[in-house]
């Protein structure tokens, strides 16, 4: 079992930036790929980013690519997203996600509860 819990969401102005942050317990933490994923009001929860457990290969949406940064520090069993130039389209619930590998990713095993992201125009 591996338990995830976010934190670091928040309301920020357009161009501005925010870290999220996702701590892992549990005995696997460190042999999961670890993804972000996030929820607009009205639409479907869609792929932010991804990190393998090694650390040693990332994936990214498209519309982020060049903004967001997903990374772990598997000494403190914390995955974070740095979030860069964000835009008002940005704004949603992100949800920290747990699965075998970044392949398995769009069916992950284990979910966060989430924190909201706002980003104001």
């Known amino acids: 079992q591996v338990q995830l819990v976010e934190s670091g969401g928040g309301l920020v102005q357009a161009g501005g930036s925010l870290r999220l942050s996702c701590a892992a317990s549990g005995r696997t933490y460190s042999t999961y790929a670890m993804g972000w994923f996030r929820q607009a009001p009205g639409k479907e929860r869609e792929f932010v980013a991804a990190i393998s457990w090694s650390g040693g290969r990332t994936d990214y949406a498209d519309s982020v690519k060049g903004r967001f940064t997903i990374s772990r520090v598997s000494a403190k069993n914390t995955v974070a997203l740095q979030m860069n130039s964000l835009k008002p389209e940005d704004t949603g619930v992100y949800y920290c996600?747990?699965?075998?590998?970044?392949?398995?990713?769009?069916?992950?095993?284990?979910w966060g509860q989430g924190t909201q992201v706002t980003v104001s125009s």
């Open positions: 996600a747990a699965s075998d590998t970044i392949a398995t990713m769009t069916a992950p095993d284990y």
